[in-house]
């Protein structure tokens, strides 16, 4: 490891593409499955061949063209607040933008040269959006609103504004999570839990690739498998599949559509605010110079009568505890909000707020059970239990799975 520790775990966040590490065959339920002839011919290999293919993998060079699909099967209601954000407004700050990729198709340009510069850009009809990583600046560029970001990536420099703009790195981390970072991600997660095998070939970006396929081996899950097209010459995943357990179309896809490994352009990073533009620093953001940087949970901190809901908005109103119930995955957390209303007060409140009303009515069914009661807010891959005493159980697992679990945590 570098001597300069927090400089090496910042570059390695940004690595494109990222080596797998951490995954040990004793820690993964291994399948000696082969892949078939679906696809292009290529030599057999196995789950644990192939892994280690991804983890031998050093391409850092490339340029191409992406392609990240979401279908949650967001509610009417949940869809706008988590597609809003700050996004309609045009801002430029990154953490603006991972609302905004929460459903829908999205088309991006990406160039990656080592760990120290990237560039994405987001093309959403005539406007664009792009997210540089050049050395020791980060910069954002919303072309709608002619407004620019900048903050500092490197420790060093970041470590001046502490607890002010630090936490956009983290961000454009996430909007730079590439087909190989959410590999890697899957990857280090699996477990006991979980079958790896190898499907069916694939072409993907016009390359030849081989399929890595996690299974959970619970029931009870909404993912029914996560497919990763691993490039069959030098193991780059060129394409990431999260699948419902109940059929259809892919819950999540990001894969590359061209790809091509040769070294970017020497000014492919070279990013200067267009003139008039306004730029926001990082910390001035995070500070309110630049407008509220926004709160842990987001948009939904927004919704009108949510603090009806939990309590208040006065700090006194919940507990935040969480126990984490169940392993792999079937894992629910259970949050205790400490509400200090029921949802069934609220329901038969003819004084309570109309917007609280309207909040709880769209959070989905009825569910009764030895838990009590309470409503379901469900999504393709993510349901959560608002019970009537105030607690809050959520997961990627079914609806009947839900109740069971907050049943038995009775």
Do not use: C
């Not at 801002?91 to 990656?112: E, I, N, Y």
């Not at 990583?133 to 420099?157: I, L, M, P, R």
């Not at 009825?366 to 009537?388: C, M, P, Q």
């Amino acid at each position: 490891m570098a001597a300069n520790t927090k400089t090496s775990r910042k570059a390695a966040r940004y690595a494109v593409p990222v080596a797998v590490a951490g995954v040990a065959a004793a820690t993964v339920a291994m399948v000696p499955a082969f892949a078939n002839a679906g696809g292009p011919d290529l030599p057999k290999v196995t789950a644990q061949q192939l892994i280690e293919k991804v983890a031998a993998s050093d391409v850092q060079q490339l340029t191409g063209t992406a392609k990240l699909s979401t279908d949650l099967g967001l509610p009417t209601l949940a869809s706008g607040l988590l597609g809003g954000g700050g996004v309609a407004g045009g801002s430029a700050d990154p953490q603006d933008k991972v609302a905004q990729l929460a459903s829908g198709t999205h088309t991006f340009r990406v160039a990656a040269d080592g760990p120290d510069r990237q560039k994405l850009t987001f093309l959403d009809g005539k406007d664009e959006y792009t997210l540089v990583h050049n050395g020791t600046d980060v910069w954002g560029y919303d072309s709608k609103s002619n407004e620019a970001f900048h903050d500092k990536a490197d420790g060093k420099d970041a470590g001046k504004d502490a607890g002010k703009g630090k936490e956009h790195p983290k961000t454009a981390d996430r909007l730079a999570a590439s087909p190989q970072q959410l590999a890697q991600d899957l990857l280090k997660q699996a477990g006991p839990t979980t079958d790896i095998a190898v499907g069916d070939t694939a072409q993907v970006a016009g390359r030849d690739a081989y399929q890595l396929v996690l299974k959970p081996k619970q029931s009870g899950s909404t993912v029914g498998s996560v497919r990763i097209a691993v490039d069959a010459k030098n193991g780059v995943p060129l394409r990431v599949q999260l699948l419902s357990s109940q059929g259809g179309k892919p819950i999540a896809e990001a894969g590359f559509t061209q790809v091509d490994f040769a070294k970017p352009g020497a000014d492919a990073f070279s990013f200067t605010p267009p003139k008039g533009a306004k730029v926001t620093e990082g910390a001035d953001k995070a500070a309110g110079k630049g407008g509220e940087h926004g709160k842990e949970f987001g948009p939904l901190e927004a919704v009108p009568g949510l603090d009806a809901l939990t309590g208040g908005a006065d700090g006194k109103g919940g507990k935040g505890d969480v126990k984490v119930l169940g392993e792999g995955w079937a894992t629910v957390a259970r949050i205790d909000t400490g509400a200090g209303r029921s949802l069934s007060d609220i329901e038969k409140d003819k004084n309570a707020p109309k917007e609280a009303k309207q909040f709880l009515n769209s959070l989905g069914d009825k569910v009764t059970g030895k838990f009590g009661e309470g409503r379901i807010f469900s999504t393709r891959l993510v349901n959560a239990l608002i019970t009537d005493d105030g607690k809050v159980y959520v997961g990627a697992v079914t609806k009947d799975q839900l109740v069971k679990t907050a049943d038995s945590a009775k």
